[in-house]
């Protein structure tokens, strides 16, 4: 599968690309609706508006579909959009990347490779080593502390 290839029906709730799916009820009941519009829909929140935009806690963000492990604390950064950003993933192919041509702009749109859930768009204007920047919804993922 080409990694950069949008689907025809990109947030399609039952895709088989995808290990854990879920009925559109199902993610309905899982999600509240802020969470259901990102995640399911690729809806973005505002920005400096999310719980995680000024977070600085030890730990690990989680997708919020699933649950699996996407980003540490240790790679996030103040990118000052208003958003929470990471300069790398936790490991690679946890994270789906597909061009997004929406809104009159091409960007290259992150998904969590486990579910599909949307989390938001990576940019090359990110730190060292990796030059990337993870923009991400925080209605998309969810924090777990380090013990």
């Known amino acids: ?16 690309r995808y290990p854990v799916r879920k009925s559109d009820a199902e993610w309905r009941a899982q999600l509240d ?15 400096f508006t999310g719980r995680y935009w000024d977070h600085w806690a030890d730990g690990a963000y989680r997708c919020i579909g699933c649950g699996q492990v996407l980003f540490e604390a240790e790679a996030k950064f ?6 929470p950003s990471w300069w790398k993933e ?3 192919g946890r994270i ?11 960007r290259i749109e992150v998904r969590c490779a ?10 090359d204007d990110g730190p060292e ?6 923009c991400i919804n925080s209605a998309a993922i969810d924090f777990v502390a380090k013990p």
């Open 96 to 106: 789906e990347r597909v061009v997004d041509a929406t809104h009159g702009m091409v």
């Open 1 to 16: 599968m080409n990694p950069f290839k949008k689907p025809d029906a990109p947030h399609e709730h039952d895709d088989p």
């Open 78 to 83: 103040d990118a000052g959009c208003g958003w």
């Open 90 to 92: 936790i490991e690679p």
């Open 129 to 134: 080593p990796t030059g990337e920047r993870y």
């Open 114 to 123: 486990a579910c599909g859930t949307h989390l938001g768009h990576v940019f």
């Open 33 to 47: 609706p802020m969470q259901y519009q990102v995640a399911r829909k690729a809806a973005t929140e505002r920005a």
